[in-house]
């Protein structure tokens, strides 16, 4: 049924009809983790085909993390805490704020944690906690990618 309701709503450009698509696939991804099914890939496609959707971002960044590929997670998390959500403008998409805020940092924490920087996580928990001003999300961003760069290549492990 969700499939079905999915291909209706992508077979057109009206922006009712992708704002209604992203949420069924942000629907899939949900029932796929509650089915504990990989949910990383079926994120990062639907990501792909809409780029708008930084609930689906986060649950990329959640389910690379859940599926033990931190490295995944860092680029979708800096762009997360990127977005200045009074200047957030998605058309019929909607957002919780805490999806730029507590919920990015909270998921950057585990992804610092993961990647052994301990300092970078207590200050993503830290930051969570206190609502995080800019010099504090730039300060993670810089911590996030450099992370990421510090990881090695895909196919050089």
Known sequence: AAQRGLDLAEATDEEDQLAAASMIRLLIARDRIARHQP????????????PADHALRLMLAEAA???????????PLAALLSVDFEELHTGRLAFDRRTFGEAAFLAAARACSVLGDREGSARCITTAAKGGDAAAKAWIIARLDGLRRSQPAKGQI
């Open 65 to 75: 993390l859940d599926e033990g590929k931190p490295e995944a997670a860092l680029e």
């Open 39 to 50: 949910v990383a890939d079926f994120a990062a496609a639907a990501l792909a085909r809409y």
